[in-house]
């Protein structure tokens, strides 16, 4: 099994690491690949962000309008590349071929947005602020940008920050997750071979932890955009700043979802469904502790109940299959004994999907749904992030009540609210902490000029992913004041 080479300087180059890690179908445990690991990865990273480097100093000074085309050009790759991508991100992360279309289109999407660096970036300049004197501000690039991403969205997350990277005149290193390392191999064998891009512009380097503090620890890198768990997420952002570098480090969440007793019943149980278990719940936007509040809690339930039992699960590129596996015998392993500890805490399990078994995939990593009525609300269920296709129903009699208990969450990624009410909904809005708001929304996911990250424990830093925070998370302001006396003038 071939083990798959770092992209530095515009080549495809072999690791220092004998050491590997292997890359396996979560369907079916079949080896797909193995990624170089261990602790020569920072001997790689200097590799590539040396290179990176110069490949930086002369990037920075090629117009934008200039440095954009080359993402029109990556915007068609990936459309007609899209369904070979979308076979790639299901193999190895699991996910359905139509889970793994929607997340290349909003990939697709952050290239789209941009293309537009050029209006996004452009210069303030304010005439005459004092008799005779011009000031104005420019924004510049910061040099070498590194990125770590987790395994859930392998063909999206990527991009929240490359195309903004390399618009603002950044060179751009990534460091995927070791988990699902082929769909980006893929993209950048594109850009390889289609881009035309300045060598070094853009690497790629394989690897786990070591490779992350290669980056952390290393000078030339000027910032570090990370997505993944919030324990890895606090020590980017603690380690990243006392480097002196810039850090957005997005962490792991708990999305509470509120279900007045107005909401509409049948969208409702749809939308939140398809929340909690799309995915197979693997998504920081996934609603995972669902709040009936007021008098049809029963019927809530019950419609809940049966639609989580219906899901079809299986391999995700059968069309049937609405639920793929999870991504690793170790995070089905914990997923199962979390439920076990709800159920231990006093919870009851209305469906419980453990011991899932698939036909033809029986070594699959599968969960079906599964549904815990009454856990305790300080308990371990409610406050851990489970990241699988497990739903905690707990009820409240007032809306007051539900907007405590969710703003005394450690998280605050996203929450959402399922109601006719105007005004319940305004309430909701305002008041809840959290940086994105569903209402009659499952996933609140913000398109690609919006920015997208949490609050609380969800995220460490200050600028956050995609749309015109991007771009002022890749560049530097620089303002200057500029006086030309009339006097020092020659006379034409
Ligand atoms: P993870 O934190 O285990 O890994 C993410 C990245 O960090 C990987 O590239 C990995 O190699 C690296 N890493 C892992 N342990 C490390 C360590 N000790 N030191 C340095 N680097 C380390 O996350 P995951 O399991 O791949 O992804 C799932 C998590 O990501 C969930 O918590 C989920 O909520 C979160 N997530 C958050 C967002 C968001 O926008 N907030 C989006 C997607 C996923």
Sequence with gaps: MKTLHNYINGEWIKSKNSDTHEVLNPANQEIITKVPFGKD??????????????????????????????????????ETHKTTLAQMITNECGKTYNESMGELQRAIENVEVACGAYVMN???????????????????????????????????????????AIATGNAFVLKPSEKVPMTMQYVFELIHKELGLPKGLLSMVHGGKEAVDGLLEHPDVKAISFVGSTNVARYIYAKGTANGKR??????????????????????????????????????????????????????????????????????????????????????????????????????????????????????????????????????????????????????????????????GKYGNMACIFTRDGLAARSFRSQVMAGNIGINIGVAAPVAQFPF????????????????????????????IERWPKDWSRKF
């Design 122 to 164: 452009q210069s303030e300049f304010s005439e005459n602020i004092a008799s005779g004197i011009d000031e104005f501000m420019i924004r510049q690039p910061l040099g070498v940008c590194a990125c770590i991403t987790p395994f859930n969205f392998p063909g999206m997350i990527p991009f929240w920050f490359l195309p903004y």
């Design 247 to 408: 850090v957005q480090a997005q962490g792991g969440a708990k999305n509470p979802v509120v279900i007045m007793p107005d909401a509409d019943l049948d969208t409702t149980t749809k939308i939140i469904t398809d929340s909690v278990f799309g995915c197979a719940g693997q998504r920081c936007l996934a609603a995972s502790v669902i709040i009936t509040v007021g008098d049809e809690k029963g019927m809530y339930t019950e419609a809940l109940v049966e639609a989580a039992k219906n899901r079809t699960i299986g391999y995700g590129m059968d069309k049937q299959t609405e639920m793929g596996p999870v991504i690793s015998s170790e995070s089905k392993k914990r997923i199962e004994n979390l439920i076990q500890i709800g159920i231990d805490e006093g919870a009851k399990p209305l469906i419980d999907g453990r011991n899932c078994e698939v036909s033809g995939f029986e070594k699959g990593n599968f969960i079906a749904p599964t549904i815990l009525e009454n856990p305790s609300l300080d308990g371990t269920i409610v406050q851990t992030e489970i990241f699988g296709p497990v739903m905690s129903l707990v009820h409240f009699d007032k809306l007051e009540q539900s907007i405590d208990f969710i703003n005394r």
């Design 41 to 78: 990865s920072k001997t790689d990273v200097d590799q590539a962000v040396r290179h990176a480097h110069k490949a930086y100093l002369a990037w920075k000074d090629v117009p934008t309008m200039k440095r954009v085309q080359p993402l029109f050009k990556l915007k068609a790759l990936l």
């Design 453 to 480: 990250s949490g609050w609380k424990e969800s995220f460490f830093g200050d600028l956050h992913a995609q749309g015109r925070h991007a771009i002022e998370f890749f560049t530097q302001t620089k303002v200057v």
